[in-house]
C-alpha cells in the first residue's frame, strides 16, 4: 500500500514558477513508477510529467522545457518544478504513483491546486 500528498501548489502570476512536491509512505516506493496528471474545471485528466524508479523522465509537449521531474527515493518524493508559468497551467495537479509489474497497485494523491493568474 502506498499514500501519497502532495503540496506546494498556490497562484502565482504568469511566468512565475512552483514547486510541487509528492511524497510517499510505504515501502518499495524506489521500484513504483510515478507520474504528474492535471485537470482544469470542465477538462479531461491530462497526463504532464513521468519519472521512472531508475530517474528517467518524460514531459507532455505542452510543458517540455518548462518543467522538470525528479525524485528522491531516499525521502521518497517526487518533485515536479514548473517554470515559466501560464494561465493554461491553471489546474488541480495530481501525482500517481504504479508499480511497473504488479497493476494493480496504482495509487493516487488528493491534488493541489495551482492557479496562473495576473
Known amino acids: 500500500q502506498v499514500q501519497l500528498v502532495e503540496s506546494g501548489g498556490g497562484l502565482v502570476q504568469p511566468g512565475g514558477s512552483l514547486r510541487l512536491s509528492c511524497v510517499a509512505s510505504?515501502?518499495?516506493?524506489?521500484?513504483?513508477?510515478v507520474d504528474w496528471y492535471r485537470q482544469a474545471p470542465g477538462k479531461q485528466r491530462e497526463w504532464v510529467a513521468t519519472?521512472?524508479?531508475?530517474?528517467?523522465?518524460a514531459y507532455a509537449d505542452s510543458v517540455q522545457g518548462r518543467f522538470t521531474i525528479a525524485r528522491d527515493n531516499a525521502k521518497n518524493t517526487v518533485s515536479l518544478q514548473m517554470t515559466n508559468l501560464k494561465p493554461d497551467d491553471t489546474a488541480a495537479y495530481y501525482c500517481?504513483?504504479?508499480?511497473?509489474?504488479?497493476?494493480?497497485?496504482?495509487?493516487w494523491g488528493q491534488g493541489t491546486q495551482v492557479t496562473v493568474s495576473s
Open positions: 500517481n504513483a504504479r508499480h511497473p509489474i504488479l497493476l494493480n497497485r496504482n495509487y
Open positions: 519519472v521512472t524508479g531508475d530517474g528517467s523522465p
Open positions: 510505504g515501502s518499495s516506493f524506489n521500484v513504483y513508477v
